[in-house]
Each structure stands twice: as structure tokens, then as C-alpha cells.
């Protein structure tokens, strides 16, 4: 099976003034015309992610783990804060009020596209340095994945 995962870091895009959003070109047929954005919070920072269909129903199964209590909580925060969304001819998408505001984003500003594997995150300029602040840069990739897998061998333990 080939997976396409959404990589990299791309800026210099805006929301107009009527709150539409145009998808990189080279990340559109990978998201799909019809795809789900929710507003996240990550490491105490803002930001909307866009799920491809298939990506977003996977994520909402995972989540039905656990006691009936978890499954509902759980669901219920990611469901509430996820709108549909749909690309018109130009690849761009509109962003309604509830979800730019729970982004902290407004019509007419600056935002970060940032792949994220198998989803695609949408930044704020201030969130987006505000979260890259919370990683230790003085740890390298191979340092990092060490550390995970060392945690992984652990939990299995």
C-alpha cells in the first residue's frame, strides 16, 4: 500500500476577506475535494487540522477505546470541533467564524501550512512560533526517535 503523507512547512498564505483559504497545490489531490477540519490544541497552542475523509473517520474509530464515559468525552471534544469542508474550482475552502475563531484566526491573515504525516495543520504565525518553542532543539531526529523507541520498549515491558 503507498502512503502519501503531507510534509514540509509552507507560508506566505492568507485567508481572504471572506474567510476562504487556498490548499497548496501539490496537497490538494491528496486531501480530496471533500475533506474535515478541527480546531486542536496543541502543547497549549491553536491550530485547525484538515483530515482527509478516510484519515478522519480512522481517527474518530481509534477513539471509541476505553470505558463508555472516555469513548463519549473523548468523541464528543473532537466532533464538536470539526466542521465539513469542501474545495471549490479554485482549491480553496471556507472557514467559518466558530472554527477561525477557536484557531485565533481572522479574515485576512497570514497562515502557516505545515504537513503533519497523514494531516495537514493551519497556523497562526504567533501559535505556530509559540508551539515551535516547546520542542528542544538541541535534540536531533535520530535523538528523538531513539527516545521514542526506548518509551515504546518500555510500555511493552
Keep these: ?9 509552507l507560508d506566505n498564505y492568507k485567508l481572504d476577506s471572506k474567510g476562504r483559504l487556498s490548499v497548496p497545490t501539490k496537497w490538494r489531490e491528496r486531501l480530496g475535494k471533500d475533506f474535515y477540519m478541527v480546531a486542536v490544541t496543541v502543547k497549549g497552542c491553536k491550530c485547525i487540522t484538515l483530515y482527509p475523509t ?6 474518530y474509530e ?13 468523541s464528543k471534544d473532537f466532533l464538536r470541533n470539526a466542521e465539513e469542508g469542501s474545495l471549490d474550482a479554485q482549491g480553496r ?22 504537513g503533519n504525516g497523514k494531516t495537514i495543520e493551519i ?15 538541541s535534540l536531533g ?3 528523538l526517535m531513539d527516545k521514542v523507541n526506548s ?3 518500555t510500555e511493552n515491558s
Design 93 to 114: 475552502f471556507t472557514l467559518n467564524q466558530r472554527i477561525k475563531e477557536l484557531a485565533l484566526l481572522s479574515n485576512d491573515s497570514e497562515v502557516i501550512f505545515e
Design 141 to 143: 531526529i535520530y535523538d
Design 62 to 74: 481509534n477513539m471509541q477505546r476505553g470505558t463508555e464515559n472516555q469513548k463519549y468525552e473523548t
Design 123 to 137: 497556523w497562526n504565525a504567533e501559535e505556530f512560533d509559540k508551539m515551535q518553542q516547546t520542542f528542544d532543539s
Design 151 to 153: 518509551t515504546d520498549k
Design 54 to 59: 478516510e484519515e478522519f473517520e480512522k481517527t
Design 1 to 9: 500500500m503507498i502512503v502519501h503523507l503531507f510534509v514540509g512547512t
